[in-house]
């Protein structure tokens, strides 16, 4: 495992084995569903593995190998700035969180930012610690002991004034709704929707016309 890192991982149904089309699964999930944070355009995002092309195997071992496969690329990532973590697991696959920690320092460092996280209850000096209080309570949600913690949503990289909005009526009167719901300004909500798309799309195509995993990684640090 951890071969995803340096080749672009084949179509998982042309796999031998159950740890190859896993491997396969997991990289393209994590290029598709975790790309921008991947090329440093987002600090953070979560997302589902769910494992489909493999037949074989039983749901106990689809667990182990997609735990197996989480710790590697986890290890391997935090070389380059990006870290990993499980959120939970559920039958076929795990519930998982990506994030950039220089680029939550950087949402830490603005005034506006600190006050609407000490208003929340979160730590809003520390990033690590703030990202650490949020796995926790992303944790408690999946596990059914907590609501969904919306406070998220500035480390998603939402607009500070939207998660607000959005947490005093459930986006009941965002004016435009794209990646988030915006409550502020509509232009720069819009261009931001448009060019978080057009990375997205870039992210893919480099993938898929053969740039590795690392490659992506080094350029988001960069």
Same mark, same amino acid.
């Given at each position: 495992?951890?071969?995803?890192?340096?080749?672009?991982?084949?179509?998982?149904?042309?796999?031998?084995?159950?740890?190859?089309?896993?491997?396969?699964?997991?990289?393209?999930?994590?290029?598709?569903?975790?790309?921008?944070?991947?090329?440093?355009?987002?600090?953070?995002?979560?997302?589902?593995?769910?494992?489909?092309?493999?037949?074989?195997?039983?749901?106990?071992?689809?667990?182990?190998?997609?735990?197996?496969?989480?710790?590697?690329?986890?290890?391997?990532?935090?070389?380059? *700035? $990006?870290? %990993?973590?499980?959120?939970?697991?559920?039958?076929? @696959?795990? =519930?998982?969180?990506?994030? &950039?920690?220089?680029? !939550?320092?950087?949402?830490?460092?603005?005034?506006?930012?600190?006050?609407?996280?000490?208003?929340?209850?979160?730590?809003?000096?520390?990033?690590?610690?703030?990202?650490?209080?949020?796995?926790?309570?992303?944790?408690?949600?999946?596990?059914?002991?907590?609501?969904?913690?919306?406070?998220? *949503? $500035?480390? %998603?990289?939402?607009?500070?004034?939207?998660?607000? @909005?959005? =947490?005093?009526?459930?986006? &009941?009167?965002?004016? !435009?709704?794209?990646?988030?719901?915006?409550?502020?300004?509509?232009?720069?909500?819009?261009?931001?929707?448009?060019?978080?798309?057009?990375?997205?799309?870039?992210?893919?195509?480099?993938?898929?016309?053969?740039?590795?995993?690392?490659?992506?990684?080094?350029?988001?640090?960069?």
């Amino acid at each position: 495992m951890g071969h995803g890192l340096d080749v672009c991982m084949g179509d998982p149904r042309e796999a031998r084995t159950i740890e190859e089309c896993l491997e396969s699964e997991f990289v393209r999930t994590l290029v598709c569903q975790a790309g921008l944070v991947i090329s440093g355009h987002k600090p953070a995002a979560v997302f589902g593995f769910t494992p489909r092309a493999w037949r074989g195997g039983d749901h106990r071992q689809k667990r182990a190998l997609s735990a197996r496969l989480l710790a590697t690329y986890a290890a391997s990532t935090r070389r380059y *700035g $990006l870290c %990993l973590a499980g959120l939970s697991r559920h039958a076929d @696959g795990l =519930m998982l969180l990506a994030w &950039r920690p220089s680029q !939550v320092e950087k949402i830490v460092a603005d005034a506006q930012n600190r006050a609407f996280l000490e208003s929340v209850g979160l730590p809003s000096e520390d990033a690590s610690a703030l990202m650490a209080e949020l796995v926790g309570r992303l944790r408690a949600y999946y596990a059914g002991r907590a609501s969904f913690p919306h406070e998220l *949503g $500035l480390v %998603l990289g939402y607009p500070v004034d939207d998660v607000r @909005g959005f =947490m005093a009526d459930g986006g &009941r009167g965002a004016k !435009v709704v794209g990646r988030w719901r915006c409550y502020g300004n509509v232009e720069n909500a819009r261009r931001r929707f448009d060019e978080l798309a057009r990375r997205e799309r870039e992210c893919r195509l480099s993938y898929a016309q053969g740039t590795s995993v690392r490659e992506l990684l080094e350029m988001g640090a960069a």
